[in-house]
């Protein structure tokens, strides 16, 4: 089977910006038969600094991603960060994402199941992979008809992130499908004077290793120029070299 592929902006910049990438994911889709999920945020709330970008917010951001899948038939995943956003995202979006913060957050992820769409729950980085078994739990217990896991690093000290990859396989115990976050796990939180930091170089063996531990999807954030990105700069990975990167994990 073949593994999920998620790729997108970190945050809706703009309509050019989302236009330049969607146009790349078909193109890849046409060459390698695969069916990439296009990812952006509408509002990046988990941001270090009041003065950073967050987005376009809910109502203009939704329209400008129904705008993608009806140009460009791709699938759409959005993040959520309030209960109340669940049900609009859900009219547009494919799957929801909950961000690895609020992984716990109850409310959340009973309105994101309840809207019948495919729940994608983050590993908080501050908890095991066993320990999702209980976010699962509420999802599907609250209606869910399909839940996904991602992985994307812990916290072990200040200003880094570490991969401990046997969580891959801790949460394919309870689940079939284990998405590793190539791009997020790179990060440095707080480490690049007001904003996150990271090294995207290491996307690529982040994404091999997972592979190795038996993950069957991958998340990547990209950008046609991610030194210049609105968020999340640092760790996502040059529009062109996706390609490459998913041709080794096929």
């Known amino acids: 089977m073949q593994p999920i592929f998620i790729a997108g902006p970190c945050v809706i910049e703009s309509a050019e910006i989302l236009d330049i990438v ?5 193109e890849i889709n046409n060459k390698l038969g695969t069916d990439i999920i296009f990812k952006s945020s509408f509002d990046k709330a988990n941001r270090t600094s009041l003065r950073s970008f967050r987005g376009p917010g809910l109502t203009h951001g939704l329209q400008m991603l129904a705008d993608i899948k009806a140009k460009y038939g791709l699938k759409l995943l959005t993040d959520i960060h309030e209960s109340y956003q669940a049900e609009a995202a859900g009219e547009v979006c494919d799957v929801l994402q909950i961000p690895a913060f609020l992984c716990r957050q109850t409310d959340l992820l009973v309105a994101a199941a309840r ?93 091999l290793a997972a592979k190795a531990f038996g993950a069957t999807g991958y998340f990547f954030e990209v950008h046609p120029d991610p030194d210049h990105g609105l968020s999340d700069g640092p760790n996502m990975l040059q529009l062109d070299n996706l390609q490459g990167l998913i041709e080794k994990l096929l």
Not at 22 to 26: E, G, P, S, Y
Not at 150 to 171: A, H, K, Q, S, W
């Open 22 to 26: 969607a146009r790349k994911l078909v």
């Open 115 to 207: 809207t019948g769409k495919t729940v994608n729950i983050k590993k908080a980085q501050f908890l095991s992979g066993q320990d999702m078994r209980y976010p699962v739990e509420k999802a599907m217990e609250s209606g869910a008809k399909e839940v996904w896991l991602t992985e994307r690093g812990n916290c072990f000290g200040y200003n880094n992130l570490v991969v401990d990859f046997r969580n891959i396989p801790d949460m394919k115990a309870f689940v079939p499908t284990v998405i590793m976050d190539c791009t997020h796990s790179v990060q440095r939180p707080g480490a690049g004077n007001g904003s996150t930091g990271g090294d995207r170089k290491f996307v690529p063996a982040m994404a």
